[in-house]
């Protein structure tokens, strides 16, 4: 809990980050004083506000959704006073708290073996990882990457018109194209996965957290899939030009091996500029690593 501000992504103030991957809520309780807004002094109603907060933020934790209902602990509030009516739980969700807490709050550490630990703790956990790529929503994670897409755009458009790229569609086979874009793409994700720089998060023991795991599995498994929407996109980009704007004279004259018309060789040639637009985007992206990796671990609280 922190009485600074939160950075917000789109509205005016964020008053929590929880992170259901790695169990860890953050809260800011600047905004919930009645003073910061210019009214009377009202500790009672300050204590009332922080403890709503922190049982939403809690209740996220616990992996419980938003509800429509204003009275109750999980409601999707969307300003400060809505937290003045909020203080219910239903059964249902108490009974859901009740199964989920022993879990949660027992996290599994391992000092020894940690390949084999990971892999048991990828099987138990895959749902929770399948949630959260689910919530994080890779093609909204598309959007947190302007840089990416610029540095990448720049690229694609310059070897687009290349007559050596012509070539690569024109002689290359295909599944060394195929290869190659398979390479690109993963290197792209660990471009930007390291530019986070994560940490191995250890517990007492000095073993390996199972939210570690999870949360990097979480990430790089919604990376991945980023960073192929975006490999797709420039693709079919390319493969668009090819076939309505380039000129077919150019397409039997410009490679210097053999001429380029087929729709295969623009299929060819889409690829491998797609994938030199990835790599060379995520190198130039790596300053977008911060608030797309925030997008995958938190959920934001925003008013």
Same mark, same amino acid.
């Given at each position: 809990?922190?009485?600074?501000?939160?950075?917000?992504? $789109?509205?005016?103030?964020?008053?929590?980050?929880?992170?259901?991957?790695?169990?860890?809520?953050?809260?800011?309780?600047?905004?919930?004083?009645?003073?910061?807004?210019?009214?009377?002094?009202?500790?009672?109603?300050?204590?009332? +506000?922080?403890?709503?907060?922190?049982?939403?933020?809690?209740?996220?934790?616990?992996?419980?959704?938003?509800?429509?209902?204003?009275?109750?602990?999980?409601?999707?509030?969307?300003?400060?006073?809505?937290?003045? @009516?909020?203080?219910?739980?239903?059964?249902?969700?108490?009974?859901?708290?009740?199964?989920?807490?022993? +879990?949660?709050?027992?996290?599994? *550490?391992?000092?020894?073996? @940690?390949?084999?630990?990971?892999?048991?703790?990828?099987? =138990?956990?895959?749902?929770? %990882?399948? +949630?959260?790529?689910?919530?994080?929503?890779?093609? =909204?994670?598309?959007?947190?990457?302007?840089?990416?897409?610029?540095?990448?755009?720049?690229?694609?458009?310059?070897?687009?018109?290349?007559?050596?790229?012509?070539?690569?569609?024109?002689?290359? /086979?295909?599944?060394?194209?195929?290869?190659?874009?398979?390479?690109?793409?993963?290197?792209?994700?660990?471009?930007?996965? +390291?530019?986070?720089?994560?940490?191995?998060? %250890?517990?007492?023991?000095?073993?390996?957290? /199972?939210? $570690?795991?999870?949360?990097?599995?979480?990430?790089?498994?919604?990376?991945?899939? *980023?960073?192929?929407? !975006?490999?797709?996109?420039?693709?079919? !980009?390319?493969?668009?030009?090819?076939? *309505?704007?380039?000129?077919?004279?150019?397409? /039997?004259?410009?490679?210097?091996?053999?001429?380029? *018309?087929?729709?295969?060789?623009?299929?060819?040639?889409?690829?491998?500029?797609?994938? !030199?637009?990835?790599?060379?985007?995520?190198?130039?992206?790596?300053?977008?690593?911060?608030?797309?990796?925030?997008?995958?671990?938190?959920?934001?609280?925003?008013?």
């Amino acid at each position: 809990m922190t009485e600074v501000d939160l950075a917000a992504s $789109t509205l005016s103030s964020t008053l929590a980050l929880p992170s259901q991957l790695t169990n860890v809520g953050v809260i800011s309780a600047k905004r919930l004083d009645p003073e910061f807004w210019g009214d009377d002094d009202d500790e009672p109603r300050l204590v009332r +506000r922080l403890a709503r907060l922190l049982m939403h933020t809690f209740g996220h934790l616990l992996n419980l959704d938003h509800v429509e209902d204003p009275a109750n602990v999980m409601y999707d509030l969307a300003e400060i006073e809505d937290l003045d @009516r909020m203080g219910e739980l239903t059964e249902a969700q108490t009974t859901a708290v009740a199964r989920a807490l022993p +879990r949660e709050a027992h996290e599994r *550490t391992s000092g020894r073996a @940690r390949t084999g630990f990971a892999l048991r703790m990828l099987g =138990r956990n895959w749902r929770a %990882i399948l +949630r959260a790529v689910a919530r994080a929503n890779p093609f =909204r994670l598309v959007t947190e990457l302007p840089t990416m897409v610029t540095a990448a755009l720049s690229v694609v458009v310059v070897v687009f018109f290349s007559a050596e790229v012509w070539d690569v569609g024109s002689t290359v /086979e295909l599944y060394q194209l195929v290869l190659f874009s398979a390479i690109a793409i993963l290197g792209a994700t660990v471009v930007l996965y +390291r530019a986070f720089a994560f940490g191995t998060v %250890i517990g007492r023991g000095r073993g390996l957290a /199972e939210s $570690t795991v999870v949360t990097a599995a979480a990430t790089a498994l919604s990376l991945v899939l *980023t960073v192929l929407l !975006l490999f797709l996109a420039f693709a079919a !980009l390319a493969m668009l030009a090819s076939v *309505t704007i380039f000129p077919e004279k150019l397409m /039997e004259t410009w490679p210097t091996v053999d001429p380029a *018309t087929r729709t295969l060789d623009h299929a060819k040639l889409s690829l491998f500029v797609a994938a !030199l637009g990835t790599l060379a985007g995520s190198l130039g992206g790596r300053a977008d690593s911060e608030d797309l990796v925030r997008a995958v671990l938190f959920l934001d609280e925003e008013t």
